[in-house]
């Protein structure tokens, strides 16, 4: 189980919209602690997306957005097209068991 | 353009040390704030961080992992090792190196190896 949740899939046609939650609690999110994103397409290594909450590496689309509220944080990706089918991680500080956490992924699907 | 390479044994015989090398290029692991890490990846599984290290020696290790981990750093070399006792077959994952700024809440990896396939197999 991880400390951060994170429905198994997800899914959607071109061009739509979908959001991944990252579910947490009040010793990551709750705390304060930054939430991350990477995206990790089939075969290949992490690469990060969002950081910081909400803001995008350089060369990232901005079809890609990021928010955090409470014990929750939030992936959007607008405009989906074929080249986002990967998985998508969501990655914070979790101040009990002092280390940097992962949430369990989800698989996005570009029907 | 910063880049990180793993190197080290596919395969490693239960109860033994695993042993991973990460070179950097494009940087210098001594003149930088940056922590170096490592991040491991079960097949068909997600990310679990494992420990970071930084030139001056301060080191961070996975808590359920503490008792059997290693990071050190060589900057003469401009590397970055870990090591992991007492495998077990649970121990076989991918394993990436990876880059991330101090602090806990800003700590985001963002640079990644192409990592190494480690199988703990007798």
């Known amino acids: 189980q991880s400390v951060l949740t994170q429905p198994p899939s997800v899914s959607g046609a071109p061009g739509q919209r979908v959001i991944i939650s990252c579910t947490g609690s009040s010793s990551n999110f709750g705390a304060g602690y930054d939430v991350h994103w990477y995206q990790q397409l089939p075969g290949t290594a992490p690469k990060l997306l969002i950081y910081g909450d909400r803001n995008r590496p350089s060369g990232v689309p901005d079809r890609f957005s990021g928010s955090r509220s409470g014990t929750s944080a939030s992936l959007a990706i607008r405009g989906l097209q074929a080249e986002d089918e990967a998985d998508y991680y969501c990655?914070?500080?979790?101040?009990?068991?002092?280390?940097?956490?992962f949430g369990g992924g989800t698989r996005l699907t570009v029907l | 353009q910063l880049q990180l390479q793993e190197s080290g044994p596919g395969l490693v015989k239960p109860s033994e040390t695993l042993s991973l090398t990460c070179t950097v290029s494009?940087?210098?692991?001594?003149?930088?704030?940056?922590?170096w890490g490592w991040i491991r990846q079960p097949p068909g599984k997600g990310l679990e961080w494992v420990a970071s290290?930084?030139?001056?020696?301060?080191?961070y290790y996975n808590p359920s992992l503490k008792s059997r981990v290693t990071i050190s750093v060589d900057t003469s070399k401009n590397q970055f090792s870990l090591y992991l006792s007492s495998v077990t077959a649970a121990d076989t994952s991918m394993y990436y190196c990876t880059r991330h700024p101090p602090g806990r809440s800003g700590s985001r990896f963002d640079y990644w190896g192409r990592g190494t396939l480690v199988t703990v197999s007798s």
């Open positions: 494009g940087g210098s692991i001594s003149s930088s704030n940056y922590y």
């Open positions: 290290g930084h030139h001056s020696g301060s080191t």
């Open positions: 990655q914070s500080y979790d101040s009990s068991l002092s280390g940097w956490v």
